[in-house]
């Protein structure tokens, strides 16, 4: 079993209001990075910040990292388009950056970063794969590549109160610069990214897609981003098991809406409670009022910790949170 990581940027992430994967929007390009070197090492070493947003939340690196030191797991990050430097090893697919969404074209290269994190996916050992990612201003490309495919559904947010109608808009304006008009990229997912996507998408969609052909399990970590790339492997016509895994903070704000999802996409869901209502402490207070929910794999990570276990997974929290300065 391995978690592997794919992190990198949007220019999306810049828009007014649309992310609170960082405490200033100067300070999102260092999010990814950072979130690599926290669930490496346990803090950030090269990157400037620990990403928390605007109201101090931290980066669900933290969740991830508290479960790693816990039940240990492998980790594999790649760079799927980080702006900023990591002092964490990461594995070079030649990933770019992506543009903002309302360009043109938003993943210019997607189709050769697809089948090169394909190539990586099916050279992978592993008998078990939990998939992640870390691109703040994900959940808005997430709507963009589900609204070209034309899969129904909204997406969920960092910030507690989503800022759906704005990325909408938002969605709206990419498409019309692309010359695209909603579900004009069914069957032809890699067109959805070019035009209105992120890096991420590419890179994790071509490694599940890798992953599957080798017959290895695969889990998709994450909620309703992970769902855009469920809907990417289905429009691609791959059709084999994949497992959606998420937090319950995700699950609560979407509803009905998720299992609808997962059934449409035949993907099974798998939501992990992590108790943090159990703890009078500043940063599960924070999710339990709805601040990030999910990222960095921690649905998946969340849900390979035992039974009776969660209890020491919210204790090391604590001690990450404090290496991290947030107590
Ligand atoms: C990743 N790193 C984060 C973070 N995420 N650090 C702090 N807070 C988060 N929420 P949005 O579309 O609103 O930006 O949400 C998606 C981002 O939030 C992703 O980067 C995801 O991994 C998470």
Redo the contacts with the bound molecule.
């Keep these: 079993m391995r978690v592997v990581l794919a992190a990198g940027t949007t220019e999306t992430?810049l828009i007014d209001g649309?992310?609170?994967?960082?405490a200033a929007p100067e300070l999102m390009a260092h999010?990814?990075s950072a979130?690599v070197e926290i669930l490496a090492y346990g803090a950030p070493t090269a990157a400037p910040v620990t990403?928390?947003?605007p109201t101090g939340?931290?980066?669900?690196?933290a969740v991830t990292r508290a479960v790693r030191e816990v039940v240990g797991f492998e980790v594999a990050v790649v760079d799927a388009g980080l702006s900023e430097p990591t002092g964490a090893p990461t594995v070079d697919l030649g990933v770019e950056p992506g543009t903002d969404i309302r360009e043109p074209e938003a993943v210019p290269q997607a189709s050769s970063f697809y089948p090169r994190a394909r190539e990586y996916g099916r050279t992978l050992p592993d008998d078990t794969l939990v998939i992640?990612?870390?691109?703040?201003?994900?959940?808005?490309t997430a709507l963009g590549v589900l609204t070209a495919l034309d899969e129904p559904g909204g997406v969920?947010?960092?910030?507690p109160t989503n800022p759906l109608e704005r990325k909408r808009r938002v969605v709206e304006t990419g498409l019309a610069e692309s010359d695209l008009e909603p579900g004009d990229c069914e069957g032809d997912p890699l067109e959805a990214i070019r035009a209105v996507g992120d890096p991420v998408q590419p890179t994790v969609a071509g490694i599940a897609a890798g992953a599957l052909e080798t017959g290895t399990d695969v889990t998709l970590a994450?909620g309703t981003?992970m769902v855009a790339i469920a809907a990417v492997l289905r429009h691609a016509g791959i059709d084999a098991p994949v497992t959606i895994a998420t937090t319950s903070f995700v699950a609560d704000e979407q509803g009905d809406a998720l299992p609808a999802a997962c059934d449409r996409l035949d993907c099974e869901l798998r939501v992990t409670d992590p108790g943090f209502d159990e703890r009078d402490h500043v940063a599960m207070a924070r999710y339990c009022a709805g601040?990030?929910?999910?990222?960095?794999a921690m649905g998946g990570a969340l849900s390979l910790v035992p039974d009776g276990r969660m209890s020491a997974v919210r204790d090391r929290l604590e001690v990450v949170c404090a290496r991290l300065g947030i107590e």
């Design positions: 992430a649309i992310s609170a994967a960082g999010t990814p979130d990403p928390v947003s939340c931290p980066t669900p690196a992640g990612e870390t691109v703040p201003g994900g959940t808005t969920s947010s960092s910030l994450g981003q601040e990030a929910k999910e990222g960095v």
